[in-house]
């Protein structure tokens, strides 16, 4: 399922240009404003064949952030994100010991789309992230993910802890990964309709999400190093939560 998401700004069509360039579906330049990098996105878009329309800034800051353009829009074809509606939708229709992913704040689209690549892998049904100071489906995170953008639903919530308390009524547990943990996750019981959730590099869950928590969980460190990277850690707590389902494969 997709659908057109407008981005902006140089930075995001860059990225959209090297790694979606067939997600192109049409652009906006402000012809007074025509830089080296954006000439060269320019002329990219004109070698895709891509439709440009010509525009002034007045235009631009209607259709986008006026401090973020850059003098640049895109419609993209991308994988849709959800809402909360359809994310009360799907708690509703589930059964079984399901298993859910939350990533708090995390920011890096490169992080999320690994995330997704191993949520597909490990048979997770769905992926929350929050409305502000989350990243969302960029074009990186859709090529990060190798196809795993179209298959597992991405759920964009306004708060984050209204969500975690309907997870709680439709009878789900929240555990949170936190080093400072009691108790490892081989320790725990992963085998219950569940909720991971996982914070931002350096800064862990926030406390509002922690206090959500039914439980928190922490990956045992025997060595130097303080922490793993987020998309790492998340696959380790994914892949215990499967292995005690007892499923070789989803």
């Known amino acids: 399922m997709s659908e057109a998401r407008r981005v902006w700004g140089i930075h995001a069509a ?4 090297e790694y979606s360039p067939d997600k192109v579906l049409k652009a906006w330049l402000d012809a007074h404003r025509m830089q080296s990098r954006l000439k060269a996105v320019a002329s990219r878009l004109d070698e895709l064949g891509v439709e440009i ?30 809402g909360e509606a359809e994310l009360l939708d799907a708690l509703d229709a589930a059964d079984g010991h399901p298993l859910y992913l939350v990533l708090d704040h995390v920011q890096d689209p490169h992080n999320l789309g690994a995330c997704l690549r191993t949520c597909d892998a490990a048979g997770v049904k769905g992926l929350v992230v929050t409305k502000d100071q989350s990243v969302g489906l960029t074009p990186t995170a859709a090529k990060v993910s ?38 490892t996750l081989y320790e725990l019981d992963l085998n219950l309709p569940l909720v991971i959730v996982m914070g931002a590099e350096g800064v862990g869950l926030r406390r509002l999400t922690r206090e959500r928590c039914d439980f928190l969980l922490r990956i045992p460190m025997l060595g130097g190093v303080e922490s793993l990277n987020l998309s790492v850690a998340t696959g380790i707590v994914l892949y215990e939560a499967l292995r005690q389902r007892g499923q070789a494969a989803p």
């Not at 860059?14 to 240009?17: C, H, S, V």
């Not at 010509?54 to 353009?69: F, G, I």
């Open 14 to 17: 860059e990225a959209a240009l």
């Open 53 to 82: 329309v010509r525009a002034d800034r007045k235009q631009l800051d209607r259709m986008a952030d006026p401090r973020k353009h850059q003098g640049i829009l895109l419609d993209l074809d991308l994988p849709s994100e959800r």
């Open 146 to 183: 190798s196809g795993a953008a179209e298959t597992v639903p991405v759920y964009r919530v306004t708060n984050l802890a209204r969500s975690l308390d309907q997870f709680k009524q439709h009878g789900y547990w929240v555990a949170g990964a936190a080093g400072e943990a009691e108790k």
